[in-house]
């Protein structure tokens, strides 16, 4: 049970992320070209998803908040 959870909250990280403007995958992919500011701006982000999550998950909507298919 908690694999099949751990795949729908990355796929909601994902999601809940490239909401935010920033496309991510399930892994960091940080590189010398990107400036302090980006890094700044998907440390803030990940800050913001991450709250939102951990009170998804909290709640026990985890599914319900992934949409259809779980």
Do not use: C, P, W
């Not at 700044?40 to 999550?53: D, F, P, Y």
């Not at 998804?56 to 319900?64: A, D, F, H, P, Y």
């Amino acid at each position: 049970q908690l694999g099949d959870d751990a795949k729908i909250a990355q796929r909601l990280y994902v999601r809940k992320m490239q909401e935010h403007g920033i496309l991510v995958s399930s892994i960091f992919y940080l590189m010398l070209a990107h400036q302090e500011q980006h890094i700044n701006i998907l440390l803030k982000t990940l800050e913001l998803v991450l709250s939102e999550m951990n009170h998804v998950i909290e709640s026990g909507r985890l599914r319900e908040e992934a949409g259809s298919g779980y």
